[in-house]
Each structure stands twice: as structure tokens, then as C-alpha cells.
């Protein structure tokens, strides 16, 4: 059993072109689908009981209707993904800054 010479002297010669700017580039890209890979599989978990607490009180109320619309679809599923709570509290969110930004427009166009 001999040990090709040639073989040892290419690899070597291969090893050698690997930079360290490619290590570092390949574990930054390892990293990152990591972290993607975690945050999704986060997202599909369902939610806590006192967050699902949240969506039924977001359903009983009257104030913004298109929030109080979405949690009552969402109170009516088996399970709720944390996906979706993060839509309805964005949806909540977007419509409470449009509901104070509107008084102000009334008051500038009187």
C-alpha cells in the first residue's frame, strides 16, 4: 500500500487555495440560514394562552372593526400560529395610528 505522492502534493496544493475570507463567508452564510430556518419554525408554533387571552378581547371589542374582524376569524380556528397573532397585532397596530392620525386631518381641513 503506497501513498501517491502526487495526490498528497494536489491536495495540499487545494487546501492552500482556500482563503480565509471564503471560511468566514461560508459560516456567515451557514449562520444566516440557520437563523432563518430557527425564526420559521418559530413562527409556525401556536400561541400561549394569554396570547390567544389577547385575541378574544381584540374580537370583543368595538373600536377598530377590521381588527376586531380578523380576531374573531382567528378565535373561531383549532389553533392559532404565531404567524398570524403577529398579523392581527400589526393589523391592531396600523389601524390605532390610523384612527389617531385622523382627528388631525379633520382639524387642518376645518
Known amino acids: 500500500m503506497t501513498i501517491d505522492l502526487e ?3 494536489q491536495f495540499k496544493t487545494n487546501l492552500s487555495k482556500i482563503k480565509l475570507e ?3 463567508n461560508y ?6 440560514a440557520l437563523i432563518l430556518c430557527v425564526s420559521s419554525f418559530a413562527l409556525t408554533r401556536p400561541i400561549s394562552v ?20 380578523m380576531a374573531e376569524n382567528l378565535k373561531q380556528q383549532r389553533q392559532i400560529s404565531m404567524r398570524q397573532y403577529l398579523r392581527l397585532m400589526h393589523a391592531y397596530q396600523q389601524e390605532s395610528v390610523r384612527a389617531h392620525q385622523l382627528p388631525d ?4 381641513s376645518l
Not at 459560516?27 to 444566516?32: G, Q
Not at 396570547?51 to 376586531?68: A, D
Not at 386631518?105 to 387642518?108: D, F, I, R, S, V
Open 50 to 69: 394569554q396570547k390567544f387571552h389577547n385575541v378574544v378581547l381584540l374580537s370583543e371589542q368595538h373600536s377598530y372593526p377590521l381588527t376586531q374582524e
Open 7 to 9: 495526490k498528497i502534493l
Open 105 to 108: 386631518a379633520l382639524e387642518e
Open 27 to 32: 459560516s456567515i452564510a451557514t449562520i444566516v
Open 22 to 24: 471564503q471560511i468566514y
